[in-house]
Antibody, heavy 120, light 108 residues
Framework: QVQLVESGGGVVQPGGSLRLSCAASGFTFSNFGMHWVRRAPGKGLEWVAVISYDGSNKYYADSVKGRFTISRDMSKSTVFLQMNSLRADDSAVYYC?????????????WGRGTLVTVSS | SSELTQEPAVSVALGQTVRITCQGD??????VSWYQQKAGQAPVVVIYGKDIRPSGIPDRFSGSSSGDTASLTLTGAQAEDEADYYC???????????FGTGTKVTVL
């Protein structure tokens, strides 16, 4: 079954850390770039980070650069998002998404998301 | 600028047609994709590339682009089309991505 399943969300205090995981199945994980996208309460979708198919390139939104790190484990078909120095405005549902190419990049598969709440 | 601006909200009568726009300079450089997000669910791609519909997406969804504006047209809106819709593109760096501000579609 082709799917992405996120885990690792929860409640964390400001300044704390959290590590999100996204387990992929049903496709050749090593062939595709993977992204994290979030949606804060009452807000729209925000792209967070991308890691290339082979892990050699990583890019981050300005809002998380220097605090978040994306990585992938090919042996486990899993992508991670290490989140440090968390702030209240990082509270959101975090989705992982798989990319694909047809004239340009797009997100063709999404997970159901994991909720992160940053609160004291 | 790497911003993508959409109408905050639109409403459409059942069976009628509505167009959502996505305006920004980067639309001139990259193909825009469109995502539907229903309440409590993950986003789903409805249009990508050169206005391509994924399998399983009804043909009442169509995309177009002209100049700095991309459009998603819903022809013959159904109750199940009520959702938030977002456009997306790479930004001017080519390595980052930006979502539009989002449009809430209400089917009356």
């Amino acid at each position: 079954q082709v799917q992405l399943v996120e885990s690792g969300g929860g409640v964390v205090q400001p300044g704390g850390s959290l590590r999100l995981s996204c387990a992929a199945s049903g496709f050749t994980f090593s062939n595709f770039g993977m992204h994290w996208v979030r949606r804060a309460p009452g807000k729209g979708l925000e792209w967070v980070a991308v890691i290339s198919y082979d892990g050699s390139n990583k890019y981050y939104a300005d809002s998380v650069k220097g605090r978040f790190t994306i990585s992938r484990d090919m042996s486990k078909s899993t992508v991670f998002l290490q989140m440090n120095s968390l702030r209240a405005d990082d509270s959101a549902v975090y989705y992982c998404a798989k990319d694909n190419w047809n004239y340009d990049w797009y997100f063709d598969l999404w997970g159901r998301g994991t909720l992160v709440t940053v609160s004291s | 600028s790497s911003e993508l601006t959409q109408e905050p909200a639109v409403s459409v009568a059942l069976g009628q047609t509505v167009r959502i726009t996505c305006q920004g300079d980067i639309v001139r450089s990259y193909y825009v994709s469109w995502y539907q997000q229903k309440a409590g669910q993950a986003p789903v791609v409805v249009i990508y590339g050169k206005d391509i519909r994924p399998s399983g997406i009804p043909d009442r969804f169509s995309g177009s682009s002209s100049g700095d504006t991309a459009s998603l047209t819903l022809t013959g809106a159904q109750a199940e089309d009520e959702a938030d819709y977002y456009c997306n593109s790479r930004d001017s760096s080519g390595h980052h991505y930006v979502f539009g501000t989002g449009t809430k579609v209400t089917v009356l």
